[in-house]
C-alpha cells in the first residue's frame, strides 16, 4: 500500500528546497549507516525503548550499528527529519539490510519468526 506523501507539485516553490534540506546531514548519516551495516538501530537517549531493542538484538547475538539523535529535551528537530523522511512515527528505527523493520515490537515479533537470523 502506498504511503501518502504530499506530491512535490502542491509544494510552492519557494519553500521545496527548505523542505528538501530539513536537516539533511542527519538523513545522510543515516543512510550511510544503513549502507554500510546489515542493522542499524536509530534512537535517543533516555527512551527505554531504544535501549530495550538494542538489549534485544544483542541477546540474538546480531551485531548492530547504533545512532543516537538528542533526548527527550534536545535534537527534536533532527528526529523529527528521520520521521519525515521514513515515515516512521516513533524511537527507535530499525533497518535491516536497507529495510527498515520498525521498532521493538517488529523486532521482537521477527526474532520470533526467525526472520532476522
Known sequence: MP???LNESHIHPAIQGLIANHHR????????AIAQHRVVVVG???NPV?????KRLSDANIQHHYL????YFSD???RNALKLWSGWPTFPMVFVEGVLVGGDSNVKDLLAAGQLR
Open 3 to 5: 504511503r501518502h506523501i
Open 25 to 32: 546531514e542527519v538523513v545522510e548519516e543515516v543512510q550511510a
Open 44 to 46: 535517543m537517549r533516555q
Open 50 to 54: 531504544c535501549k530495550a531493542v538494542r
Open 68 to 71: 543516537e539523535y538528542g533526548s
Open 76 to 78: 527534536w528537530r533532527k
